[in-house]
């Protein structure tokens, strides 16, 4: 018995399981496998050290699996920003269909890719940003709690108090993101 949800009728997977954008490891071989085996396999751009250099994992990726996968693009400040458009540029001329935003205000890249019929899931670790993030239209939330680690904007707060608060004050679907690792956690989370 195959479980569907908004998010596998969303991004078009058989599990509701996604493996989020990961620094240095959200590769090729990663993505292709979670993809293969029936999740949402995710590339992570900035792992990559140039667009060009995105582009080319993109088109390995595709020789790795034939089912969605999608990239996340993670938008930090820093002293010197990597060339967020010309990664966002990459992602919509390589006709990718999900994208998973992570990190700083979204709104301009979340624009660009609706413009593209991109799907775009947005990770928070707040409800403050999450309903940010769906003002701006994206059309599904990863609501990420301290156990995540990593991300910005992190309260400590964790998904066991994040999940049943996004439940009540968000409008558009959302994942229960980081500290799930087998079934029991996917029912717990389905169930939040």
């Not at 930090?76 to 966002?88: D, I, N, Q, S």
């Not at 205000?105 to 990770?123: C, L, T, W």
Request: with cysteine; charged share 20%; net charge neutral.
């Amino acid at each position: 018995m195959t479980l569907q949800t908004k998010l596998t009728k969303l991004v078009g997977i058989k599990h509701p399981i996604v493996q989020g954008g990961m620094q240095w490891v959200g590769t090729a071989e990663l993505a292709s496998a979670v993809s293969n085996a029936g999740g949402l396999g995710i590339l992570t751009a900035l792992t990559q050290p140039t667009p060009e250099h995105l582009r080319n994992e993109i088109r390995r990726c595709r020789t790795m699996t034939n089912k969605p996968f999608g990239v996340n693009l993670t938008l930090l400040p820093a002293m010197t920003p990597p060339p967020y458009a010309e990664y966002g540029d990459v992602i919509v001329q390589e006709g990718i269909k999900v994208v998973e935003t992570a990190g700083n205000n979204p709104g301009e890249h979340i624009r660009k890719f609706k413009e593209a019929g991109i799907v775009v899931i947005h990770k928070c670790t707040s409800i403050r940003d999450a309903l940010t993030a769906q003002r701006l239209g994206a059309d599904m939330l990863s609501i990420d709690g301290f156990e995540c680690a990593g991300h910005p904007g992190e309260d400590d707060v964790t998904g066991l108090i994040l999940l049943p608060l996004a439940a009540k004050a968000l409008k558009i679907p959302f994942i229960a993101s980081g500290g799930f690792g087998d079934g029991s956690g996917l029912a717990a989370a389905l169930a939040l």
